[in-house]
């Protein structure tokens, strides 16, 4: 019904049935005392925790694994931020909900931890604000006896005041895909005019990865509405991690496939997290793609991003890690974090662009260097530095970065015959992209403990990776030509 010709009463009873639901007594209050054990043992657990990799202004668990971001939003004055956790070993296990608040997003605060699994693990999904009150939607995953031993159905929970959760006693609210795919989870939910919209990721029957968008009134019934994009069978068995939105005009399908084959530079992680620019109809629900699937972030470690608008700001924020691929913080009893905080435009190509949130240039220190860096010449900094670099891009740029005691080193390289960017790890493990349509030549280079951010111009290109050097960082020209290059060293913005 349009809300022009919504009657009062209409109105005071679709209100009313809200408040029925979100009150205590259609939710369930999570165990007290499994809270409390938990964060008990989270606290005793930190004080192990060896700290040579432990990031300063990334987000991490304090102790054990994390995956995706789940639920970013705003809500009552504060950012947040939820991730995939499982505290109790730094490998995956049965899915928690981690939880930390900021007011500006370089400043985070941890919080208890806020969905714990019990019948249902409780896999990856979002956050919408509710009048006042904050509303998860995520994916319960359920251990079964029947092939494929898993149902993912879609959940609730509810909090008023951002840090007590309590699930919907009806879940689940969307109890299985049209199609009855057993892959069927990561709900990204938003609103658009009158009603709530969620995406969802799962796939077809002959496997190929595809995303689902429902509708509903009030969060509790939905109405499936459309397949808004499947592969075509070269882009993957299933997509995850879905999410929507307009971004310059047009509408951007964000996700993340799995079992996409290289081709050339392209997709050699494990699995990709990338993007198809579009033009989406409400009125029909379908989605029209005005270009391919592109990867947003072309560094080793990076997936499952997440996006969230506050204030007309597009932000973005992955995991700063990809399946299978080595944590070497995992013997010093936590695994994984969270990419910096990053803000998207839509260039004129079609292109989505990506810079740091303008909140980190508060993190900036001291100035450690300013200038022309020459031959041999090396510049020394401790766990975390904010580098700006520019170089003659009708020469190759070549720069070492390596741990002033050792450890891990990485290569940023800029290669002028082949136009490309490249970020090499040791052992040759390369990632290398084109930088065109180039506005800026300017490099921001952002190091952490054991992390690399390196924005190319106006974040036409973005690499994110983890390097695991020993004892701070030390940055070498290896270039054949004279870099004008600043850096800073940068505050703390995470909890110990
Ligand atoms: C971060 O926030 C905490 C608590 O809100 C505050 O005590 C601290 O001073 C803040 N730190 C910075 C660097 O702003
Ligand atoms: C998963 O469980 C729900 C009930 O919670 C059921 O309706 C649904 O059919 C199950 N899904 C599959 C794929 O079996
Ligand atoms: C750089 O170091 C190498 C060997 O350490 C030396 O041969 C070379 O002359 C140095 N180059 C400059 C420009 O100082
Ligand atoms: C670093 O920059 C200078 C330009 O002063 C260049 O001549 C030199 O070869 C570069 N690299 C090395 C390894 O010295």
New binding site residues.
């Given amino acids: 019904m349009p809300p022009a010709k919504m009657s009062k009463l209409s109105v005071i009873v679709t209100l009313s049935l809200v408040a029925l639901v979100y009150s205590q007594k259609a939710s369930v209050k999570q165990s007290e005392s499994a809270k409390a054990e938990l964060e008990a043992f989270i606290n005793e657990a930190k004080q192990n925790v060896n700290q040579r990799y432990r990031l300063t202004y990334h987000i991490a668990a304090p102790v054990g694994w994390i995956n995706d971001p789940n639920g970013f939003s705003y809500y009552k004055g504060n950012y947040h931020l939820f991730y995939q956790y499982y505290p109790y070993d730094s490998v995956w296990g049965p899915m928690h909900w981690g939880h930390v608040t900021s007011e500006d997003l370089v400043n985070w605060t941890q919080q208890p931890t806020a969905l714990l699994p019990e019948d249902e693990q409780c896999f990856s999904g979002s956050a919408v604000v509710d009048g006042e009150t904050m509303v998860l939607i995520y994916t319960?995953h359920?251990i079964?006896d029947?092939d494929p031993f898993f149902?993912?159905?879609q959940y609730l929970a509810f909090s008023d005041n951002g840090v007590d959760f309590y699930k919907y006693s009806g879940n689940?609210v969307i109890?299985?895909?049209p199609n009855?795919?057993?892959e069927?989870r990561d709900p990204k939910a938003w609103r658009h005019g009158d009603s709530w919209y969620v995406i969802l990721g799962s796939t077809t029957e002959d496997d190929r990865g595809r995303v689902l968008l429902y509708k509903s009134n009030n969060l509790i019934d939905w109405e499936f509405l459309s397949v808004v994009a499947e592969s075509n069978g070269e882009l993957g068995y299933m997509w995850e991690c879905p999410d929507f939105f307009e971004l310059g005009g047009k509408h951007i399908l964000l996700m993340s496939p799995q079992g996409v084959e290289p081709q050339g530079d392209r997709y050699h992680n494990l699995h990709q997290t990338g993007y198809i620019v579009g033009h989406f109809d409400y009125d029909t629900a379908t989605f029209t793609p005005e270009t391919d699937f592109q990867e947003i972030d072309f560094g080793h470690d990076f997936y499952a991003a997440q996006t969230t608008e506050v204030n007309g700001r597009r932000l973005l924020v992955g995991w700063f890690g990809m399946w299978e691929n080595e944590f070497p913080e995992a013997t010093d009893g936590w695994a994984g974090a969270m990419t910096m905080f990053r803000e998207l435009d839509l260039n004129s190509h079609k292109r989505i662009v990506m810079k740091p949130v303008d909140e980190v240039l508060s993190l900036r220190d001291q100035l450690i260097i300013n200038g022309e860096f020459e031959g041999n010449q090396t510049a020394d900094f401790d766990k975390s530095a904010e580098i700006l670099i520019e170089g003659d891009l009708d020469e190759d740029i070549d720069i070492l970065l390596e741990g002033r005691d050792g450890g891990g080193k990485a290569w940023i390289r800029w290669d002028k015959v082949a136009g490309k960017v490249s970020v090499t790890k040791e052992g040759g493990d390369i990632r290398q992209v084109e930088w065109a349509h180039r506005i800026s030549k300017r490099w921001r280079l952002f190091l952490d403990t054991s992390s690399l951010e390196l924005f190319c111009g106006e974040g036409e290109v973005v690499f994110s990776s983890r390097v695991y050097p020993l004892g701070g960082w030390r940055l070498t020209n290896l270039s054949a030509q004279v870099l004008r290059i600043s850096g800073y060293s940068l505050k703390r913005g995470v909890p110990e």
């Fill in positions: 319960g359920k079964t029947e149902n993912q159905t689940p109890p299985l895909a009855g795919s057993p069927f």
